[in-house]
């Protein structure tokens, strides 16, 4: 009670200073700012429950209704504004404030493609666009997590969008056999080794830039693990090229997306795994989803069906005092909606946050009532 009574007379305070210059809506947002602040400290025990979603998306009132008040979005787009720039990066925080909500993780960032991926003419460009990315991220919003992958050409895949699921829903999936004979891309085969260096030159670019203001860099595993697709090859595929990656330049700040679905079909313990990168601070951003299989061939599943034990990963999060943003992954499109975006449909999605919100609440409760 002693912090919600000092949060309390905190807010009244900064209101009454505030509205004594007569700016009232300023105001309003602060004390709207310290109450969201104060509920992040003890809901969910400190993890910022969220979902993938745009200021415009019909998901916004219903994450409101869940309480789930984070958001991983990318920057709206502005006439004559590129997404790095300060201007636009601003409009799409105030938006996000408009709505009452907290925008925390930008996935899939712009400034960040082939040149850099596979090292093309105009390389350094895009990562100085990358770095000016970062900054006005740090400096207009309250964006403390990047979530980039290492897949050029070919980013996430799967050779089935409407697999069969429990009762009918429809999943995705991912078969090697079906996709193995497929073309070389126009850029021919892509060696690791080459990967790597290009990694290695990003990283050694971006990481002290991010050091110096305090951005969360989060690598996401390559989706499938396949060691090539169409000649392109896959270097963060395994957990051991993921140590390696934290070795390159190693930093707080140069951190990874627990894609726990994309783990577990490299072979990985999914609560042995949080536990030891956890502790390390090496976790940034959650992706909470279940599959089923291995690399070659897999399917996503409900988050309650899969072969990872669900329980014990959220335990392992609240063991290492996880307080970042995770968010549900990957669901089955259910009976009454069209397959418009597998994987990213709204019943399934709801389901998850009650199954995720439920595992937690029990886990943390019976801990403290011990």
């Known amino acids: 009670m002693k912090t919600n009574r000092r ?23 602060s004390a709207r ?13 400190g993890m910022k429950f969220a979902l993938a979603m745009s200021p415009d998306s019909p998901r916004v009132p219903l994450a409101q209704q869940m309480d789930v008040m984070h958001a991983v979005s990318g920057v709206q ?44 003419s105009g390389r350094d460009e895009e990562i100085a666009n990358f770095i000016t990315f970062m900054k006005n991220l740090k400096k207009h919003s309250d964006v403390d997590v990047i979530c980039y992958n290492w897949m050029p050409v070919i980013s996430w895949f799967r050779s089935k969008m409407d697999a069969p699921g429990r009762g009918g829903a429809l999943v995705t999936a991912f078969d090697y056999e079906d996709i193995k004979n497929k073309p070389l891309t126009k850029y021919g085969e892509v060696s690791k080794d080459a990967l790597w260096n290009n990694l290695t030159y990003f990283l050694k670019a971006v990481v002290p830039e991010a050091e110096k203001i305090g951005m969360n860099l989060s690598l996401h595993p390559d989706d499938p693990q396949v060691d090539s697709i169409q000649g392109i090859s896959r270097i963060m595929n395994t ?43 090496h976790i940034n951003f959650v992706h909470f989803r279940n599959v089923q299989g291995g690399k070659f061939k897999f399917t996503e599943t409900f988050h309650d069906e899969g072969q990872i034990d669900m329980c014990r990963a959220m335990k392992a ?22 397959n418009t975006r597998p994987g990213y449909m709204t019943i399934g999605t709801l389901f998850a946050i009650g199954y995720m919100r439920g595992l937690l609440e029990s886990i943390g409760k019976s801990s403290t009532l011990r």
């Open 77 to 120: 787009r502005q006439p004559n504004l590129n997404p790095w720039d300060a201007d636009a990066i601003k409009a799409t925080k105030e938006r996000w404030d408009k709505l009452g909500m907290k925008w925390t993780v930008v996935e899939g960032p712009p400034s960040l493609g082939e040149q850099t991926k596979l090292a093309l």
């Open 239 to 281: 957990v051991e090229n993921f140590d390696k990656m934290l070795k390159l330049v190693p930093s707080k700040y140069s951190g990874l997306t627990m894609c726990q679905g994309n783990f577990s079909l490299m072979g990985a313990d999914i609560p042995a795994l949080i536990h030891r990168w956890g502790k390390a601070g």
């Open 317 to 338: 999060y609240y063991d290492i005092g996880f307080q970042g943003t995770i968010r549900p992954d990957h669901v089955p499109t259910m009976a009454g909606e069209e």
């Open 7 to 29: 949060t309390f007379f905190k807010q009244g305070a900064a209101v009454a200073t505030i509205a004594s210059t007569g700016d009232l809506m300023a105001a309003t947002r």
């Open 33 to 45: 700012r310290d109450r969201l602040e104060a509920r992040d400290s003890m809901k969910d025990f």
